[in-house]
């Protein structure tokens, strides 16, 4: 798992990353919770996600947005964060020119920014969203999502009421073309403290389902 440094817009990025287990293993970039909020890539959630990606033999990595750990900038409302994203989205893909398929995850911020990041790269052929922050952010450029993917959300989710995920969900639902999974767990709030492995065992089971569908 060594560390790495790419050159972004606002200057470096620091991450973590994974080779695969073949040379045209599939892809996935892992998105941080909000970095005004202590959110980085050494979040359990964030690192959660890696692992379900990385023992699936996927080439993944994940990474400290503008400003935050060794990440050198100023947080940017967001706008910036996508730039970010983008530009280790780039990196991951030019180490792998040869994946099979490209995922995205992310965790609540993080959440927000792989969905905006997915509209822009229709490669993408899958994607975790975890406690995303629907009633915070405005998910309507989801028109239409371009892939599938699974939404994980807690029921005691006081943050973010699990009513406004499931806002989204539907409007994404009435799309043809995809198909959207939604998961809700009881009891586990928006942080997951003491439900940490029920992200590990929806999240993979989500991956195992959709890896023997379409094989990477």
């Known amino acids: 798992m060594p560390d790495i440094i790419m050159a972004g817009a606002a200057g470096r990025?620091?991450?973590?990353?994974?080779?695969?287990?073949?040379?045209?293993?599939?892809?996935?970039?892992?998105?941080?919770?909000?970095?005004?909020a202590r959110g980085d890539m050494n979040n359990a959630v964030a690192v959660q996600l890696y692992h379900l990606f990385m023992q699936r033999g996927f080439a993944t990595l994940r990474y400290n947005s503008r400003g935050v750990g060794k990440?050198?900038?100023?947080?940017?409302?967001?706008?910036g964060e996508l730039a970010d994203a983008a530009t280790a989205l780039d990196w991951l893909q030019s180490q792998n020119p040869a994946a099979t398929q490209t995922w995205v995850a992310g965790y609540q911020f993080g959440a927000y920014i792989g969905m905006q990041l997915l509209m822009r790269r229709p490669e993408t052929d899958g994607f975790i969203s975890v406690?995303?922050?629907?009633?915070?952010?405005?998910?309507?450029?989801?028109?239409?999502?371009?892939?599938s993917g699974l939404f994980l959300h807690g029921s005691a989710d006081s943050i973010v009421p699990p009513v406004e995920v499931e806002r989204v969900v539907t409007k994404l639902r009435s799309q043809k073309g995809i198909v959207i999974d939604y998961e809700l767990v009881e009891g586990a709030s928006h942080f997951w403290e003491n439900h940490l492995h029920e992200v590990e065992r929806r999240v993979g089971a989500y991956l195992d389902k959709r890896l023997e569908e379409n094989p990477a």
């Open 13 to 36: 990025l620091e991450g973590r990353y994974t080779p695969g287990k073949r040379d045209d293993a599939p892809i996935a970039l892992i998105l941080h919770p909000h970095p005004k």
């Open 71 to 79: 990440s050198q900038g100023e947080y940017d409302s967001g706008i």
């Open 131 to 147: 406690s995303p922050a629907a009633n915070m952010y405005d998910f309507s450029f989801l028109a239409p999502c371009p892939a």
